[in-house]
C-alpha cells in the first residue's frame, strides 16, 4: 500500500518570496513515480512536476524544483519567486510502476500568496 | 499537450436523480480513472475504467451507484445514481498521457455537483 503525507494544512507567503510544500511518502514498490499538482479554486487539477523513483537529479519545470530525498522518503515541492497567482490547493500523489496506475493523493496544502 | 474535457462542468440535482458525467481524451489511451473529491477534501478514486472490460472499483464504490462505460480508447462516462446530498462532489477523470515510465496523468477540468 502507499501513503502520501502532506503535513501543512496551510501556508501564507509573502509575494516574491519562496515555498516550500512538504511530503512524504510510503511504499514498499521499488520503482515509483512522484506528482505535484496545483488546484485553483475552479476545481482543476493542474500538473506541476514529476519525479521518477530512478531519476538521479531533481526535477524542474520552470519556477518549480522538487526537493527529492529518496532515503528520506521526502518529495518537497519548492517554488521559487512566488506570485499572487500561486494561491491555490497543492497536492503531492505517487504512482507504483507495477499494476494498476492510480495515483494516490496526500490531503494537500493550501497556499495562499500575500501581496 | 494532450487535452481531457469533460461534461457538464457542473449541474444542480435534485434527490433521487442520476446523473451522466462525460469524459473525452484527445488521443488513445488504454486506462481512464474516475475520482471524487468531496468538500474540502483529498481526491479519491471511484474506479479504472479499461476499454473493452468491466470497470475495476475501489473499496466503498459500487458499481450499481456509479456505473461506467468505457466505449472506446478516446470516451468514457461516469453515472452517479439515485443521488443524495452526500454525492455533492467534485468529479475528475484522469488519463495517463505520454510514453514509458514518466508519462504523466492529466486530469479534465472537473464536473462540479450539487445535489439538494
Known amino acids: 500500500a502507499q501513503k502520501i503525507t502532506q503535513t501543512q494544512p496551510g501556508m501564507f507567503v509573502q509575494e516574491k518570496e519562496a515555498v516550500t510544500l512538504d511530503c512524504t511518502y510510503d511504499t514498499s514498490d521499488p520503482s515509483y513515480g512522484l506528482f505535484w499538482y496545483k488546484q485553483p479554486s475552479s476545481g482543476e487539477m493542474i500538473f506541476l512536476i514529476y519525479?521518477?523513483?530512478?531519476?538521479?537529479q531533481n526535477a524542474t519545470e520552470g519556477r518549480y524544483s522538487l526537493n527529492f530525498q529518496k532515503a528520506r522518503k521526502s518529495a518537497n515541492l519548492v517554488i521559487s519567486a512566488s506570485q499572487l497567482g500561486d494561491s491555490a490547493m497543492y497536492f503531492c500523489a505517487m504512482r507504483a510502476y507495477f499494476g494498476n496506475e492510480k495515483l494516490t493523493f496526500g490531503t494537500g496544502t493550501r497556499l495562499t500568496i500575500i501581496p | 499537450s494532450a487535452v481531457i474535457s469533460q461534461k457538464p462542468s457542473r449541474d444542480i440535482c435534485q434527490r433521487g436523480t442520476s446523473l451522466t458525467i462525460q469524459c473525452q481524451v484527445d488521443s488513445q489511451v488504454t486506462m481512464m480513472f474516475w475520482y471524487r473529491q468531496q468538500p474540502g477534501q483529498s481526491l479519491t478514486l471511484i474506479a479504472t475504467?479499461?476499454?473493452?472490460?468491466?470497470?475495476?472499483?475501489e473499496s466503498g464504490f459500487v458499481i450499481d451507484k456509479f456505473p461506467i462505460s468505457r466505449p472506446n480508447l478516446t470516451f468514457s462516462t461516469l453515472t452517479v445514481s439515485n443521488m443524495s446530498p452526500e454525492d455533492s462532489s467534485i468529479y475528475l477523470c484522469s488519463a495517463p498521457l505520454g510514453t514509458g515510465q514518466s508519462d504523466t496523468q492529466y486530469f479534465g477540468p472537473g464536473t462540479r455537483l450539487t445535489v439538494l
Open positions: 519525479q521518477g523513483s530512478y531519476d538521479q
Open positions: 475504467a479499461n476499454q473493452g472490460s468491466e470497470a475495476t472499483y
